[in-house]
């Protein structure tokens, strides 16, 4: 167990010293002499749109991993709730399955009459989830935190009302057109070619549109800010799936400058 702790201290601070020297590597471009190589598993400079990964920080081809899907999040108003962490195959290691699933199969291995190096390593790794997944709830659980959540809630919540009315506007447009092109048709109205220069507006977004993000004007404190990134790191690093480590990238998200870069990637690619 020892050994597994010591292990645990080296990744810990190994993965810092690996993310700033990452963190000077320019996305997108051939690396100059001396300049630290890209990452990626391909092994190549190029290979279309690169994004990179949140915990080593390193470039990676899109076409070469697998990475997060906007197609199935657009309804979801408020951008900074988008599932758009891209971890690297190297950092993300495992299927990383969620906690519940460690500790049922924890308790199983505990019934043998014989102890196994699986299983000691499999204890490590859940009381790491465990004491990570506490100091996260507490972190959440402060003041500062909570008002945010609470704002975040309420802007949601704007966002959501918006786009319905957005929505109904744009269907209710689109149908007045098609009309006006039905009488056209007719002879009752405009002359059909005239009227066929103006577009039907239909009510799903473009990827353009889509980019159209602002803000939500939510801030934390330097030090929470700093806190909340640094249990984002440590909880990166677990192999285990908690429902903290998604909340308090939501937060980190909202407090930054929405991504437009990344997301266009994103959206790119699927």
Same mark, same amino acid.
């Given at each position: ?75 979801? !108003? !408020? ?59 507490? !972190? ?113 998200? !909202? ?16």
């Amino acid at each position: 167990i020892l050994a597994f702790k010591e292990a645990e201290r080296k990744e810990r601070d190994g993965i810092r010293v690996l993310r700033q020297r990452n963190m000077s590597k320019t996305a997108g471009k051939e690396q100059e002499e001396g300049e630290p190589q890209g990452g990626c598993v391909c092994g190549q400079d190029s290979g279309g749109p690169v994004l990179q990964c949140e915990l080593c920080k390193d470039w990676f081809h899109s076409s070469c991993t697998s990475c997060p899907r906007l197609s199935h999040q657009r309804h979801l !108003a !408020a951008w900074w709730d988008w599932d758009t962490k891209f971890l690297c195959p190297l950092c993300l290691r495992s299927r990383r399955p969620r906690l519940e699933i460690i500790l049922s199969l924890l308790v199983a291995l505990q019934k043998l009459p014989v102890r196994l190096p699986e299983g000691e390593a499999l204890q490590c790794l859940t009381e790491r989830a465990i004491l990570w997944q506490d100091r996260a709830r507490r !972190a959440m659980a402060s003041k500062e935190v909570t008002a945010l959540l609470d704002q975040l809630t309420e802007l949601r919540q704007q966002l959501h009302n918006q786009m319905v009315k957005d929505t109904i506007a744009l269907k209710e447009r689109s149908r007045t057109v098609h009309h006006r092109r039905l009488d056209a048709v007719n002879g009752d109205a405009l002359n059909l070619s005239q009227e066929s220069q103006e577009p039907i507006v239909t009510s799903e977004p473009t990827d353009e549109e889509e980019l159209c993000l602002q803000s939500p004007a939510v801030q934390l404190s330097e030090n929470v800010q700093q806190q909340l990134e640094e249990l984002m790191i440590d909880g990166d690093l677990l192999e285990v799936t908690l429902d903290e480590s998604h909340n308090i990238w939501r937060v980190l998200q !909202a407090v930054r400058a929405p991504p437009r870069e990344k997301l266009h990637k994103l959206l790119q690619v699927g």
